[in-house]
């Protein structure tokens, strides 16, 4: 017999050592998540997931499912923090969805359309970053970092290199580069690396690609995310 | 060079887990961590460069471009701010002839700010190239600008310089009588493992660095975990704003510390312990090096403690500038070499800690508790105190008193009795358990210092009426950005966006809804972050906006909405650029009705 939890009184089973989003899932529960992905390691930094677990705030992708939880994941309270927090990821870097190449394929551009952010509401942090284009195949532009750290799991994870890794403290945390001159022309990624296709916002893109889509036949420009996130992992993890 | 960095390397037995250390060692012959240096530790240590990289720029001592060969930080606490602080950094930086925060063009000197350095009974206080300064003054300065001018090596400086009071004003149980050397540990083997931890259960000592878990169940489940390698470490990253007992225990109780460490380790099976001992405390490190010699030397510590066929050493971890560090999971990251980011939890680190094996992490005086409660047993303790804080809380007492100091008292003493001790008249408020703890008014001061009322790490910072509430918040509010590890995105974006929003507010641009919106800001920050440090990082606002809601109305403008940023200001670039400075190139902030 199954062990389960309640998530906004729907009771949900779940197998020893499943974290509350991978029972979430299993039960096609969308919890919002950026740096969150079942393939890799739980991170528990962008703080998207937070539910109450009888009363106390944790975050689902790294708080295990126990026996007789009470969680609140859909409230008004909950949706309200997340909407902020979504804010806080847009004024913290430089977001400028229409001229960037991922609009419509961007987790961060839908999980905003989600939770239905209107503005920024705070002030603009108008952060100096850059960009590395100096990869034939790859671009990273520093604006739209988020720190949700999947290429650096993806790069040693699935990848089995060091590519990436977050670097400085507090607001001034970065994303760096593993090669002598910091440079990603000079790093050993590769193409076809995980680590080159995880990035959930526009901040590492594949050149040569861009739109061929077109704008409003995209990913999010049909579905909402927690349709998409669902029906993706939970195929996997289901 | 090369030779010099392998020497280190070499002395560090190359361990990942002891990067700090390299780094620190190598920093204090060339002043920073060059990128030829990193890419020789990363061969050496097999580590990827990023990680050093990433290592460096996490910790504030730490630096990969060059500092001064004199290396100068002023404590930034707002008790040394009180004592005149900053109009000694701009003094200092005048008469040196260079900016804060840079380093001077010939490369000689270096001065920036840092946070509390835990001098706050003897500030302003500063740090010279990892050793702490005392004391300073006009005066105390004019000499040290002519010994750096006269390149004279710093341990060649005058003694007082670095004097460090232990400023005892108030003993009770545990700085009372200290114990013999081995004594605790004897009467621990005579009465047996289990025996002692009943002590220690029936004492009810709770961790004294200020979370107030149960140190006997701590380390119940400790030894009770399948896994038999198992650490002790003891935490003396006492960085919060305010504290400094931690550094007068260690000054002069270290035997009993360590004896508490080393009868933890017998009872829960730990045979290596750690004391991670802040960076800004390198003064003590020497001094403390010697007692755990002298330890080993008594059969205290090693192999075969006491002919009892117990082993269990202990290693001194320096921290390099971190606040965050002082959260135990942090804690054990840094022990391990690595960014002090705390962890997900659970798993503790009762289960997994250090190397990710079983450890107990307690504060410094939870340890020098430990060894009396082994001499003279639980109940002893347990009858001071209240019923749910049992015991005595040391207290480092700074701000606007006559006998700034260490003071020991019984807790359930009230805030009353402790501002008569100390001298301190005319008082304002207190900011109890530093700045992460509550700011009350002084007609609160009946309260009674426990954890049943007002928890307390120990920091306990007095303010006269003279003092600007709004300037000790700010000081507060600016230190938690400043600290924040950055990993989540509540605390990493939201410390900063509450620095901002209350910059706004005091610097006079804030209107009604900007309080309203700095409120919400603070339940944002304090509800959803990961840790402890984002958890409390909007209390100085929180409890001061309770209880002085004045304070900020009046810092208001009427206008319903002014920006956060001064728009004339704003086109100042688009003037330059368009070669004009008529009326019609300056736009008002707000039109007023």
Known sequence: ?238 | MQAFIQTIIDKHEAAPVRLLAILRDIQAEYQHISAATIEILATALKLPRTQIISVIEFYSFLHTTPTGKYDILLSDSITDRMLGKQNLMFYFASQLKLKIGELRSDGLVSLNNTSCTGMCDQGPAGIVNGYALTRLDRPRIDAIIKLIEQHTPVKQWPAEFFAVSDNIYQAGLLLQAPIKPGDALKAHFQRGAQNTLAEIDISGLRGRGGAGFKTAMKWRFCAAEPETERYVVCNADEGEPGTFKDRVILNSYAHQVFEGMTVCASIIGAEQGFLYLRGEYLHLYEKLQAILQERRESALLGNNILNQGINFDIEIRLGCGAYICGEESALIESLEGKRGIPRNRPPYPVSQGYLNKPTVVNNVETFLASTKIAVHGGQWFADVGTEQSQGTKILSISGDCAKPGIYEYAFGVTVAQVLNDCGAYDVLGIQVGGPSGTFIDIKESQRKLAFEDLATGGSFIIFNQSRNILDIVKNFTHFFAHESCGFCTPCRVGTSLLKKQLDKITEGHGSAGDIVALEELCQLVKNNSHCGLGQTAANPILSTLQRYPERYAEKLKDISYEPGFDLDASLETARHLANRDDAGAHLTQVEED
Request: charged share 20%; proline share 4%.
């Open chain 1, 1 to 238: 017999m199954h062990k389960t939890i309640t998530i906004d009184g729907q009771e949900v089973p779940f197998e020893a050592g499943q974290t509350i989003m991978d029972a979430a899932i299993s039960a096609d529960i969308y919890i919002p998540h950026l740096c969150h992905n079942p393939d890799y390691q739980p991170h528990g930094s962008c703080k998207l997931c937070t539910v109450k677990v009888n009363g106390r705030n944790c975050s689902a992708c790294t708080f295990p499912a126990m026996e007789g939880q009470d969680i609140q994941n859909h409230s008004a309270d909950l949706e309200q923090d997340r909407l902020r927090i979504t804010q806080m990821l847009f004024v913290e870097g430089n977001h400028f969805c229409p001229s960037c190449e991922k609009t419509g394929n961007c987790q961060l551009q839908a999980v905003a359309y989600y939770l239905k952010m209107h503005d920024n509401h705070f002030p603009h942090f108008f952060a100096n970053r850059e960009m590395d284009a100096s990869h034939p195949e790859i671009l990273i532009d520093h604006n739209r970092c988020i720190f949700c750290n999947l290429c650096v799991r993806a790069s040693q994870e699935k990848d089995n290199k060091n590519v990436f890794a977050i670097s400085g403290r507090g607001i001034n945390k970065r994303l760096i580069i593993n090669s002598k001159s910091g440079q990603l022309k000079d790093s050993d990624i590769d193409i076809n690396d995980c680590a080159a296709h995880i990035c959930p916002t526009g901040a590492i893109l594949i050149k040569g690609t861009g739109y061929q889509v077109p704008i409003g036949q995209r990913i999010y420009d049909q579905q909402k995310i927690d349709e998409v996130s669902l029906a993706e992992e939970s195929k996997d993890h289901g």
